[in-house]
């Protein structure tokens, strides 16, 4: 075999092996989870100056209220199968963060910051995820959200638009 043919060949094995996460993968997905506020928006007790670091990203407990948008709890980020990302691939959750669309389809508020993340690399895009499939799972489904008008029962934070 020509050595040219070798290199192609590796090039399509390497396209249609799943990405296997490294070590340095998850050491880097935790610094960027860390440096793009996350936290912020998706942990428990963050707006409340008290974030529930047992419980990381696991789901905010204060809502964001956008005029005609309705108001968004940021959700459970944690491999919950049933209230965080656990049944979610790799692929969706990469296209919440970059494109602000979920699995289902739905565009997300602008409060998620997905037109900054839009410029993150696959690399780096990859990171994030493999760090997120290593926090502890935590069941804690945060509020569905609340359609424009309609009454919140949990607290969230509102854009005001004076008269
Ligand atoms: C300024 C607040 C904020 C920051 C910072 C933020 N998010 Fe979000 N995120 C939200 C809100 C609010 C929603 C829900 C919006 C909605 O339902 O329309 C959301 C939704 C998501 C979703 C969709 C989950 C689902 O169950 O629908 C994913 C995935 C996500 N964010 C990941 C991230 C990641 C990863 C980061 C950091 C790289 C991040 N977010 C940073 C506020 C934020």
């Not at 793009?36 to 905010?60: E, I, N, Q």
């Amino acid at each position: 075999m020509k050595p040219v043919c070798v290199s192609m060949l590796l090039a399509v094995l390497l396209a249609n092996t799943p990405f296997a996460y490294a070590e340095d993968d998850v050491t880097r997905g935790k610094y960027l989870v860390t440096i793009m506020g996350c936290g912020d928006c998706h942990t428990p007790g963050y707006f409340l100056g008290k974030p529930d670091l047992a419980h990381p990203l696991s789901g905010s407990d204060v809502g964001f209220e956008v005029p005609g948008a309705g108001i968004h709890w940021g959700p459970n980020l944690t491999p919950d199968r049933e209230t965080g990302l656990g049944q979610w691939s790799d692929k969706e959750i990469i296209t919440a963060i970059r494109k602000g669309v979920t699995r289902d389809g739905r565009h997300l508020i602008p409060v998620m910051p997905y037109r900054n993340f839009s410029v993150l690399t696959d690399r780096d895009a990859r990171a994030i995820v493999a760090y997120l499939r290593t926090l502890p799972p935590v069941r804690h489904a945060v509020p569905q959200p609340v359609p424009p008008g309609e009454k919140a029962s949990a607290p969230y934070m509102t854009v005001v638009m004076p008269h």
